[in-house]
Each structure stands twice: as structure tokens, then as C-alpha cells.
């Protein structure tokens, strides 16, 4: 439905910033889905598409927008992507319909499947403070609207309170999309596998669309699909590319950051070593002061000792001195007395006189080459 909110649904959902009118008319005139980002539910994609709405004002006709979203539709079947469900933008103050209302959900049917019923997911809008809380239970309840009777009308009611954020849009739709398991709607069946016209289909004969006026060329038709099959599928290959590159950048910061890690302990263990060499290096230098300090003890003791030695050096030199002079002394004196010697060797002749009544002795005797007399002076008597 044209007006109802589908493009600022999308917008708070993915942060994009698609174009939002605020009149009757319809600001999306064909199916939107680039530039829509993918929204990543566990080990799979979803993706919000945009299409136009029903009973636009503009030129566009009921078959013109059906005829697009079919092709849509039918291209993703074509391509294997599958569909999980139609997101039907409700106003919720929208409880009494017309026939335009009634011919919309009839043909959110026919798109669907009566089979397939559980995989549309009604989202209301409009919402004031003064929009009574019955709205809601006596739209999801009424036969006339999604379901033909009690159980098809059984849905799971999820309220977003005021001052949402865009990250709750998209949890609830996250949520909202994790119970449903990607089908197969009835559209593609029939237009795919059934190949049959748009104007064959339960939606098609609804509206009344007539076989050759909207769709004469299969051939066509299957271009179209596979026109956007292939665009679909680039996009695809495109988000596989980025998520193997999100892999690899993921896999590159892990690895910075284990040899960050091995870095920092390489690091700590340095350091380690570093204040162990410390410690034994200032365990050696205060050794080595030590040592020098016991050596400066040990020269100080050496030159005491080496000035006492030389205090005795002087006075034995002295002595020595002194020593060598007595003998010098000695010698001349020794030669002094060895020239007496010589002299006394010599003969000499003398007169004895002898008195009357004295007798003496004269012995002559030779020591070595020098003959020596001693006289001995002996009284014989009166």
C-alpha cells in the first residue's frame, strides 16, 4: 500500500537513507534492492527490498506494480535465492477497509500461498499516544484480513515502545526472521516452474490481467529474470568477496596480534636478562672496586715497605762505607807494619857490652824471609 511507511521501515532498519514521501503518492516506482545493505542473521543474509505500493496515485497502474514485483520475484527464484517472506506495512488505524484494502491482502495471498500464510509478517504503523491497544488485536484477529479462520489468524505480536532506536528495528526483524525457514512462494511457483503468464496466475486472474496485453513474450520475460538474476548474483559474489576479505583482514589481526603478544614477551624476557646482566655487572664492579681498593692498600704497604728497604739499603751502604774505610785504614796500617818488618829483617850489627858480673843472651831467629832479633836481657848474677 502506497503511503503506509515501507521506505522509512527500510531506512531505520539498515541506516540507509531511501527517498520517504509524505503524501498519497508513491516516491518508489520500481523494485529497490541496490544499495540496501544485507543484514546478517547468524550464517545467513537477509535483504529488505523496496518495492511500490498499491493504489498509488500516480500513472502506474495495480498491474504495472504487480507485474514488477512478480519479475522481481521471479528472478530470485531463477537466480536460487530464496525468499523468506513478505513484510506487510500496515496503518494501524486502518481497522475498517474498503475494497481496495480487501483486494490487497487477497492478493498478499495469492503472492503467498494459502500454504504459505505463516511467512507474512505484518507490521503496523501510525501509531499515536492515543491509538487505543484494541486496534491492533482486532486487526490480527479478523477473518477478513490475513487468515480464513482462528488458527490462520494465530500471529506473535512484538511492540516497539517509543524512543526506539534503529538498532531494535532491526533486532525485531531479525528475530521475526529467524523462525521462518526460506520458501517458496506460490507467484514463483506458478511463473517459474509452472511457467505460466502473469494473467494465469491466482493474483493475475484477481486483478483480471489479460495473458497477451502484460505478458506476449516469454522469451522476454526469462531475459528480464535472468537480467536481474545475474545482477543479484554479482551482488552476491560481491558480499562473498568482502566477507572473505573481512575473513582475511580478521585472520591478519589475529596474527599482528599473536606477534604483538611473542613481541611483548620477547620484550619482558630482554628485560629479564637485562637486569640479571645488570645485577652481575654491579655485583662485578663492586668487586672490582674491592679489589682496586685492597690493591691501593697493598701499594700503600709496598712503598712503606720500599722506604724501609731503602732506610736499610742507606744505612748497610753507609756501614758498608764506613767498613770499607776502616779497611783501607787497616791496609796502610797492615803495610805500614809489614815495611817495619822489612826493616827489622835487615842485620845489623851492634857492640854488647858486658859489665863485669852481668851476663846476656843474644838469639837470633828468622820469620819467613825477615830475619827478627829478640834480645833477651837475662842477669846471670853479680
Known amino acids: 500500500m502506497t503511503g503506509v511507511g515501507k521506505s522509512t521501515f527500510i531506512n531505520k532498519a539498515t541506516g540507509v537513507n531511501l527517498p520517504v514521501g509524505h503524501t498519497t503518492e508513491s ?167 509452472q511457467n505460466l503468464a502473469l494473467g494465469e496466475t491466482a493474483v493475475g486472474r484477481r486483478l483480471g490481467v489479460d495473458l497477451w496485453e502484460e505478458l506476449t513474450d516469454l522469451g522476454a520475460k526469462a531475459d528480464k529474470a535472468r537480467e536481474y538474476a545475474s545482477a543479484s548474483m554479482k551482488h552476491l559474489r560481491q558480499v562473498e568477496h568482502a566477507e572473505a576479505q573481512m575473513e582475511m583482514e580478521k585472520k591478519e589481526a589475529e596474527e599482528a596480534q599473536e606477534a604483538a603478544q611473542a613481541a611483548e614477551q620477547r620484550a619482558k624476557a630482554t628485560k629479564a636478562r637485562a637486569e640479571r646482566e645488570e645485577s652481575v655487572a654491579e655485583e662485578r664492579a663492586k668487586k672490582a672496586r674491592e679489589a682496586a681498593q685492597a690493591a691501593r692498600l697493598r701499594v700503600k704497604a709496598a712503598k712503606v715497605a720500599l722506604k724501609t728497604l731503602n732506610e736499610n739499603v742507606s744505612q748497610q751502604t753507609r756501614r758498608a762505607q764506613l767498613a770499607a774505610q776502616q779497611a783501607e785504614k787497616a791496609k796502610a796500617e797492615r803495610q805500614k807494619l809489614v815495611l817495619r818488618l822489612d826493616e827489622l829483617s835487615k842485620p845489623v850489627e851492634k857492640s854488647l857490652w858486658i859489665k863485669a858480673g852481668e851476663a846476656f843472651t843474644l838469639t837470633a831467629f828468622t820469620v819467613g824471609t825477615a830475619a827478627v832479633g829478640v834480645s833477651t836481657l837475662m842477669a846471670l848474677g853479680n
Open 27 to 193: 516516491e518508489t516506482s520500481d523494485v529497490v534492492e541496490r544499495g540496501i545493505p544485507y543484514i546478517q542473521c547468524g550464517t545467513a543474509y537477509i535483504q529488505l527490498v523496496d518495492t511500490p505500493g498499491f493504489a498509488d496515485s500516480r500513472d502506474a497502474s495495480e498491474t504495472d506494480v504487480l507485474r514488477k514485483l512478480v519479475t522481481w520475484l521471479a528472478a530470485r527464484h531463477v537466480a536460487g535465492v530464496p525468499v523468506a517472506g513478505i513484510i506487510l506495512i500496515w496503518p494501524v488505524s486502518l481497522v475498517r477497509v474498503n475494497r481496495t484494502e480487501k483486494l490487497l491482502i487477497n492478493m498478499v495471498k495469492d503472492l503467498c500461498g494459502r500454504d504459505r500464510l505463516d511467512h507474512i509478517i505484518l507490521v503496523t504503523t501510525r501509531w499515536t499516544p492515543e491509538s487505543p491497544q484494541t486496534l491492533e488485536s482486532e486487526l490480527v484477529t479478523r477473518q477478513d484480513y490475513l487468515g480464513a479462520g482462528p488458527l490462520e489468524a494465530q500471529v506473535t505480536r512484538k511492540r516497539l515502545k517509543d524512543g526506539y532506536t534503529p538498532e531494535d528495528v532491526l533486532k525485531l526483524l531479525v528475530e521475526s526472521c529467524q523462525a521462518l525457514e526460506p520458501v517458496t512462494l506460490q507467484i514463483q511457483r506458478e511463473v517459474v516452474d
